[in-house]
């Protein structure tokens, strides 16, 4: 008689640890697991079927991700945003430990430094287009960015 298999309970912060993990780093799949285990999230796929067993805790999640994605089209669109002009890794202070290059709320001058994108080891400043206000600071330090994604917001 074959041995009955015991279902596995789910280790929830470990799943948080990775959908965040996904949100930081733009991603859409995710996989981790160990030689008895596997576990794969997926960020962006079509909703489930009712009646499937779907997680109400998921299903929330989805839909948290979804309003994000809503938020980062109409970031955007903003006629005031800085876009990240390469690949790379976003950092927000010219060393670690010292204060942040912008704030919100700071008042930039046009050229000023707003952050650095590391990009095959070289750090390259990303200046401000022009003069305004530092409305929002879409991106954290150590976050890898895409070409043309969205960084920050100055009005």
Do not use: C
């Not at 999230?41 to 499937?52: D, K, Q």
């Not at 955007?76 to 790379?88: E, I, K, L, S």
């Not at 095959?120 to 954290?140: D, Q, S, Y």
């Amino acid at each position: 008689m074959p041995k009955s298999r015991k279902k596995a309970d789910v280790d929830e912060d470990l799943v948080r640890k990775l959908a965040n993990l996904l949100d930081e780093t733009g991603l859409t799949e995710i996989e981790y697991g160990t030689k008895d285990w596997h576990l794969r999230v997926v960020r962006g796929t079509s909703p489930t079927t009712p009646g499937t067993g779907a997680n109400p805790a998921a299903a929330a999640a989805a839909a948290e991700t979804a309003g994000a994605a809503e938020g980062a089209e109409r970031d955007a669109d903003h006629p005031g945003v800085v876009t990240a002009p390469m690949v790379g890794v976003v950092y927000t202070a010219p060393e670690p430990g010292e204060p942040p290059f912008i704030n919100v709320g700071d008042t930039v001058a046009e050229g000023q430094t707003l952050l650095l994108i590391e990009a095959m080891k070289v750090f390259n400043p990303i200046t401000a287009p022009r003069a305004g206000k530092v409305a929002r600071i879409l991106i954290g330090s150590g976050t890898p960015v895409e070409f043309g994604e969205p960084l920050l917001i100055i009005e």
